[in-house]
Nanobody
Framework: QVQLVESGGGLVQAGGSLRLSCAASGRTITNYAMGWFRQAPGKERDFVAAISWSGGSTSYADSVKGRFTISRDSAKNTVYLQMNNLQLEDTAVYYC??????????????????WGQGTQVTVSS
């Protein structure tokens, strides 16, 4: 079993920054690709960013490219999401997840097998 715990969410003004963390326990996530998703009220869970097991490859949703950066620290068994220039539309609950297969589409939430409980990000005007 893997437990994923997100932290770092909060209330921020538009244009501000937050750094989310996803700490894994129970079993290592070192050999697994990881992803961040978000879900706004009444909407589906959307892909935000993904990172390969080595950290050498990343991918982003078009809506966050150039503003968000995903990274990982294998020694700390932690994945991060640096979010800059936050906009109102970034308001959502943010989830990290472990991808079940390296060949799976990173943007499909169905390809992830373990999820955190989520952390709320609220952007105000």
């Amino acid at each position: 079993q893997v437990q994923l715990v997100e932290s770092g969410g909060g209330l921020v003004q538009a244009g501000g920054s937050l750094r989310l963390s996803c700490a894994a326990s129970g079993r290592t996530i070192t050999n697994y690709a990881m992803g961040w998703f978000r879900q706004a009220p009444g909407k589906e869970r959307d892909f935000v960013a993904a990172i390969s097991w080595s950290g050498g490859s990343t991918s982003y949703a078009d809506s966050v490219k150039g503003r968000f950066t995903i990274s990982r620290d294998s020694a700390k068994n932690t994945v991060y999401l640096q979010m800059n220039n936050l906009q109102l539309e970034d308001t959502a609950v943010y989830y990290c997840a472990r991808r079940a297969s390296i060949v799976a589409n990173p943007a499909n939430p169905g390809n992830y097998d373990y999820w955190g409980q989520g952390t709320q990000v609220t952007v105000s005007s």
